[in-house]
């Protein structure tokens, strides 16, 4: 992967219909995040993928848990920056921001 940023894939999680990545990155700046998450795509996601970028790898444990509970989701809220989901190909700011409205 030819990127100049720092990451690191913390966790995957196969589906039956996608595979998910979970990665931790030491940025948030909008147009770095877009251009690394398809680059990223294009690099890894050889199959249908949701790749979804993390500001603290201490979430491990709720990357991948279900349900969780409303603490819970509001702390992986809290960290999650950005995703990119295969159905829609569109990169998502805050996914889980719903968890403070």
Same mark, same amino acid.
């Given at each position: 992967?030819?990127?100049?940023?720092?990451?690191?894939?913390?966790? /995957?999680? *196969?589906?039956?219909?996608?595979?998910?990545? *979970? %990665?931790? %990155?030491?940025?948030?700046?909008?147009?770095? @995040?877009?251009?690394?998450?398809?680059?990223?795509?294009?690099?890894?996601?050889? @199959?249908?993928? /949701? @790749?979804?970028?993390?500001?603290?790898?201490?979430?491990?444990?709720?990357?991948?848990?279900?349900?969780?509970?409303?603490?819970?989701?509001?702390?992986?809220?809290? *960290? /999650? @920056?950005?995703?990119?989901?295969? /159905?829609?190909?569109?990169?998502?700011?805050?996914?889980?921001?719903?968890?403070?409205?």
């Amino acid at each position: 992967l030819q990127i100049n940023e720092i990451y690191e894939i913390v966790d /995957t999680d *196969h589906r039956s219909n996608c595979l998910n990545y *979970h %990665v931790f %990155v030491k940025f948030k700046n909008k147009e770095r @995040i877009e251009k690394f998450l398809r680059k990223f795509k294009a690099n890894f996601c050889n @199959i249908n993928c /949701t @790749i979804t970028l993390y500001d603290s790898k201490q979430i491990k444990e709720l990357m991948t848990k279900y349900p969780m509970s409303k603490s819970e989701y509001k702390r992986l809220a809290t *960290h /999650t @920056i950005a995703s990119l989901d295969w /159905t829609s190909n569109e990169v998502v700011m805050n996914p889980y921001k719903d968890a403070f409205e």
